[in-house]
């Protein structure tokens, strides 16, 4: 899948990308803000991208993972794991790994974005993010998109549950959009013509298609239609 909007495309992470992922992942700076700070080997990114992978993965949990790209370079990473289809919620997480868009409105799209596609496109209620305590730069950012502090029960303790409901963040991004619009000159919310499977062959679709609930199928549907495109069977 490939989502397209304010000039950042995000992308479905592919096995190819799995090794420039671990290599920032491993990087100090970014291991320091990560719950898990241990030193991850090729073998354990394997093992955890067929553990995420809906065309791999045994358990055929959903979630979603985007490669980043902006001005054609590849800078982060951003995903919805823990999907819970009958509460209808989500964890999210990103992290970008290009030091020149921190602190730049770039992470603020990405989140609209992604925000957009769990709300609006999928329809969830619920989106929990963890943040370590020290990380005061995350709480202080997740909190102006709307997010609170969570009951949640959490066996870390030296992180914490957040939450966003779309109730809250509805009230939200109407202010992000309109920073967003100013810039862009693009002040509508995600839509399905923003989305694609152009990076997706026939099998891996019909793969992820089979485990979807049947509006999520519908919505897979109207994308292949506004790219002439059908499902193979």
């Known amino acids: 899948m490939r989502i397209n909007k304010y000039g950042i495309l995000l992308t479905s992470l592919k096995e190819d990308d799995i090794e420039l992922v671990r290599e920032k992942r491993n990087s100090e700076i970014i291991r320091n ?3 898990y700070k241990e030193i991850i080997t090729p073998e354990m990114q394997q093992k955890w991208f067929k553990s995420i992978d809906s065309a791999l993965n045994e ?3 959903p979630s979603f993972y985007f490669i980043i790209h902006y001005n054609n370079e590849k800078i982060g990473l951003i995903n919805g794991k823990n999907i819970d289809l009958n509460s209808k919620s989500s964890e999210g997480g990103f992290f970008i790994w290009a ?5 730049t ?3 603020v799209m990405t989140s609209i974005i992604t925000l957009d596609y769990t709300f609006l496109i999928n329809d969830y209620s619920e989106n929990y993010i963890k943040i370590l305590k020290s ?5 202080f950012y997740n909190k102006k998109l709307g997010y609170e502090l969570s009951d949640k029960i959490n066996e870390d303790k030296e992180s914490q549950y957040y939450i966003l ?5 509805l009230q939200k991004e109407g202010l992000f959009r309109k920073s967003i619009g100013n810039i862009t000159n ?3 919310p995600l ?3 923003d989305i694609d499977f152009n990076d997706t062959t026939d099998e891996e679709l019909l793969l992820i298609y089979e485990q979807l609930q049947p509006f999520q199928q519908g919505m897979v549907t109207k994308i292949l239609e506004f790219n002439n495109r059908k499902l193979i069977r």
Do not use: F, R, V
């Open 33 to 35: 803000t990560m719950q």
């Open 59 to 61: 358990k055929k949990t």
């Open 99 to 103: 030091p020149q868009y921190w602190g």
């Open 105 to 107: 409105l770039i992470p």
């Open 135 to 139: 990380n005061s730069n995350a709480i």
């Open 165 to 169: 409901t779309k109730e809250n963040y």
């Open 186 to 188: 693009d002040y509508k």
């Open 191 to 193: 839509s399905l013509s």
